[in-house]
T-cell receptor, first 114, second 117 residues
Framework: DSGVTQTPKHLITATGQRVTLRCSPRSGDLSVYWYQQSLDQGLQFLIHYYNGEERAKGNILERFSAQQFPDLHSELNLSSLELGDSALYFC?????????????FGSGTQLSVL | AQSVAQPEDQVNVAEGNPLTVKCTYSVSGNPYLFWYVQYPNRGLQFLLKYITGDNLVKGSYGFEAEFNKSQTSFHLKKPSALVSDSALYFCAVREWPSGAGSYQLTFGKGTKLSVIP
């Protein structure tokens, strides 16, 4: 168990809808990262938050947004969903932002857009 | 921009034989290199990392990796494969010193390792 909790584990929704994925980092970790995993694109970095502030953006669509709350949990909001958004979404955490830190991954949220 | 290539989608090896999973990287500066493993229906787990120093890095579950700067490679190895090693393996790179605010860890597409009994 990595100590990173993601909910829900599975999410089935329809095109055009909006969903929220939740991540609780390991106790004491200040950084939260979101990744999208799909068969064709592999693991794509979406966004990084550190202690409530956005630090880096990757290949995140404008329809997607995220935030990190004062208790350090994070939410990834996906709106106007399309079939191509179906993927496994991972959250990871690390203690700070040092580039030599390893990431601790949650078990992911499997999103299916029908 | 940093990037990682894992040239093999799948590697098959017999149990007890040595295994190698290949990885090459591209960065402008210096690399921090990582290997992660993903078992079915699980998140990624850290195996090992190269920061600096000895080019041979030892990690979890008997795995090791060799950093080769001239070939920009970081291949994952294990002397004797186990059936339980069957999983998806990801190589990842971070560049240092980082640009302001950018701590992105870039992953390869993954290599599926199958260890045959």
């Amino acid at each position: 168990d990595s100590g990173v909790t993601q909910t829900p584990k599975h999410l089935i929704t329809a095109t055009g809808q909006r969903v929220t994925l939740r991540c609780s980092p390991r106790s004491g970790d200040l950084s939260v990262y979101w990744y999208q995993q799909s068969l064709d694109q592999g693991l794509q970095f979406l966004i990084h938050y550190y202690n409530g502030e956005e630090r880096a953006k990757g290949n995140i669509l404008e329809r997607f947004s995220a935030q990190q709350f004062p208790d350090l949990h994070s939410e990834l909001n996906l709106s106007s969903l399309e079939l191509g958004d179906s993927a496994l979404y991972f959250c990871a955490s690390s203690p700070r932002t040092a580039t030599n830190e390893k990431l601790f991954f949650g078990s992911g949220t499997q999103l299916s857009v029908l | 921009a940093q990037s990682v290539a894992q040239p093999e989608d799948q590697v098959n090896v017999a149990e007890g034989n040595p295994l190698t999973v290949k990885c090459t990287y591209s960065v402008s500066g210096n690399p921090y290199l990582f290997w992660y493993v993903q078992y079915p229906n699980r998140g990624l787990q850290f195996l090992l990392k190269y920061i600096t120093g000895d080019n041979l890095v030892k990690g979890s579950y008997g795995f090791e990796a060799e950093f080769n700067k001239s070939q920009t490679s970081f291949h994952l190895k294990k002397p004797s494969a186990l059936v339980s090693d069957s999983a998806l393996y990801f190589c990842a790179v971070r560049e240092w010193p980082s640009g302001a605010g950018s701590y992105q860890l870039t992953f390869g597409k993954g290599t599926k390792l199958s260890v045959i009994p």
